[in-house]
């Protein structure tokens, strides 16, 4: 008890010194704190549409970090999301174009899906076999395939998946209105993907009760041991990968046709790498997971109220999004290991 | 301009030299971290904190105060996270992706205050360059080694006393030392934590020199994420260059040199896509850590918390 009360302690003083320093540079900024955190919290929960913009926002987050959540509790260090999920929005407009305004929504939207997540898929087999079979860091393969899949998206945008109207920045044909999921919330951008994260949620909650899953955790730390669990290298190297990339993938796949309505460069914007920190910031639990996304989405939703409404700049989310990060590395990590020498 | 002239090889080999030396500084600093046993992911994040103050310090009081602002803010940036790592406990991959989500808010947030109409229309002063009368004009290798900025020739510099400082100074010694086992290293009186302290400020300073180097150095102002991935592309470097600076310098090489080459290619008519272009310096990168991965070089403790 005093263990976890102590391990509590690092956690609040870096949360409370990310307040303050949120609220130092509101202060630069020429508003008054109060009145700037007051904006934010308005402008993600205020009213019906502010929340509809938070949760709009956290879904996509949600569903990367739940892809994500296996390969790094197996100490699997994918951040490739970013590029999985430009493949996947790639994938999936070309698909749903392919197949056109004639097509029914539920054949849109399955085949959408579909096309995402393989792509996503496939975009992260390669970093994992180089990985698997090659002992190449996948830090750094995903890092770098990162910026590949971004020149192939504006290569896609500027030649066969360009539109043919005039458009001052280069964006895709705008998709069939039958491939976006239907609208939730009347007046916001909430569609029914939604209910994709608590379905990723209790798929997570029920693998983590595995005995695979217990394999996987102690893969990184305890090699031998998890190989003879019957969970070897290669397998948990490639599986836990391509999930995290079938889950970007759709998230790319949400994203272009639920929200955006048409390719455009900009398609992925940080998401990919948010989501991986929403993972880390959730502690890897599903629970976690939903919440972390929550707040992530609620701080992007404010801080554009907030910069609406004082002239702010809105990269404040982003300061604050650090910070907490940050925070709770020093929180749980700090616990986890303190846990860890207790029982060995 | 066509591959078979003179000119376009002399174009394209000076751009890589210019290229690199962002990358170099800053894979450098991160040959040292990794020598020392810890793996810096905030390496992007320090380089654009450094591109940003560098230009700011430049615009309020000249060129080198640029230099010694970004130095600070990176070593500043090192101590933060060796803070986090070493004496918090914290996971040290996590640390370094919050670090660069940090500074990359903080970089843009800072900016906008400063400029808020224009996205790079603040002009700052730029560091001379060194221009050897006669030696520059040699075609092909003339204006890439004697035509550059001062910060490539310190860029230079530092590869070689670092190289010599690791391999024969008793502080080089008690770095790699850190950084294969730990717990040998403090029995013979070295301390793990300060060590690895040290040397995360030191990569820190010199990634936020590698970022001031692209404001200060050639751009003449920040632009938001001005370094684009960058740093990791010197995490690459320091692999590909197993871990010794001057293999971390050859790795920047490899990158810079498909840059440039990259950026003469788009400027004529060519049928391939430009993308490809884009694409190629990554790509080659991954392509050469895929060549090296096998039979790893790398210290042994390169990654591991201390036990405590």
């Not at chain 1, 939604?194 to 909650?205: D, E, F, K, R, S």
């Not at chain 1, 455009?264 to 910031?281: D, Q, R």
């Not at chain 1, 709770?328 to 846990?339: I, K, P, T």
Request: aromatic letters at 6%.
């Amino acid at each position: 008890m005093t263990a976890s009360l102590r391990a509590f302690v690092p956690a609040a003083l870096s949360l409370l010194a990310a307040l303050v320093v949120g609220a130092l540079l509101l202060a630069a900024s020429g508003s008054n704190p109060i009145d700037g955190y007051d904006a934010l919290v308005q402008g993600a929960f205020g009213t019906r549409y502010d929340i509809g913009e938070t949760l709009v926002r956290a879904l996509p987050l949600a569903i990367v970090a739940l892809g994500v959540a296996p390969a790094l509790r197996a100490g699997v260090f994918t951040v490739g999301a970013e590029g999985q999920v430009i493949l996947g929005a790639m994938a999936a407009t070309a698909v749903v174009l392919a197949l056109g305004d004639g097509a029914p929504s539920i054949v849109l939207i399955a085949a959408g899906a579909l096309a995402g997540a393989i792509a996503g898929g496939v975009w992260a087999l390669l970093p994992a076999l180089l990985r698997a079979r090659m002992n190449v860091n996948e830090i750094l393969s995903t890092l770098l395939l990162n910026y590949v899949a971004a020149a192939l998206l504006a290569w896609a945008l500027r030649t066969w998946l360009k539109t043919s109207e005039s458009v001052p920045s280069p964006r895709s044909d705008n998709l069939p209105l039958g491939a976006a999921m239907p609208n939730l919330l009347e007046g916001t951008r909430l569609h029914w993907g939604i209910v994709l994260v608590p379905i990723g949620a209790i798929a997570l909650a029920w693998w983590l009760r595995t005995p695979r899953a217990l394999a996987f955790d102690i893969f990184d730390t305890h090699r031998a041991l998890a190989r003879r669990a019957g969970v070897s290298a290669g397998r948990a190297i490639v599986s836990t990968m391509l999930v995290a990339g079938a889950m970007a993938g759709i998230a790319g796949w949400l994203k272009v046709t639920s929200v955006d309505g048409a390719l455009y460069s900009s398609v992925a914007g940080g998401l990919g790498f948010t989501g991986i920190l929403v993972a880390l910031l959730g502690g890897l639990r599903p629970l976690g997971i939903v919440l972390a996304a929550i707040l992530f989405g609620a701080l992007s939703a404010g801080a554009d109220g907030l910069q609406i409404d004082t002239g702010t700049p809105a990269s404040l989310a982003t300061v604050l999004q650090g910070l907490l990060l940050l925070a709770a590395a020093l929180g749980f990590e700090a616990r986890r290991r303190r846990v860890g020498k207790a029982v060995a | 301009m066509e591959w078979t002239e003179l000119s376009f090889w002399t174009l394209v080999l000076a751009g890589a030299v210019r290229l690199a030396t962002p990358v170099v500084l800053a894979a450098l600093g991160e040959a040292i971290v990794e020598r020392s046993g810890t793996i810096n992911l905030g390496i992007e994040g320090m380089m654009l904190a450094g591109a940003f103050a560098g230009a700011w310090g430049a615009a309020q009081a000249g060129w080198w105060v640029g230099v010694l602002l970004a130095l600070a803010v990176g070593a500043g940036l090192g101590v933060v996270m060796a803070g986090a790592v070493l004496w918090g406990g914290a996971n040290q991959l996590v640390v370094g992706l919050a670090l660069t989500l940090l500074a990359a808010g903080l970089s843009t947030y800072l900016f906008q205050l400063w400029q808020p109409s224009g996205q790079d229309a603040a002009r700052v002063p730029l560091a001379p360059g060194v221009d050897v009368p006669g030696l520059s004009s040699i075609p092909v290798i003339g204006e890439a080694l004697f035509d550059q900025s001062i910060f490539t020739y310190l860029a230079v510099a530092l590869v070689v006393v670092v190289a010599w400082g690791l391999r024969r100074t008793g502080a080089g010694l008690a770095v790699r030392a850190t950084g294969d086992d730990p717990v040998r290293a403090a029995l013979r009186g070295v301390a793990p934590r300060r060590v690895r302290t040290l040397s995360l400020a030191a990569g820190g300073a010199l990634a936020a020199l590698g970022g001031c180097t692209l404001t200060v150095g050639y751009l003449g102002s920040f632009t938001d994420n001005v370094t684009g991935g960058r740093g990791y592309v010197a995490l690459a470097a320091v692999i590909i260059g197993r871990w010794s600076p001057m293999g971390a310098m050859a790795g920047a090489g490899v990158f810079a040199l498909f840059d440039s080459l990259a950026l003469q290619a788009k400027g004529g008519d060519s049928p391939i896509p430009i993308e490809i272009f884009t694409a190629l310096p990554y790509v080659m990168t991954l392509l050469v850590l895929v060549a090296v991965a096998r039979g790893s070089a790398a210290p042994r403790a390169l990654g591991r918390p201390l036990e405590s």
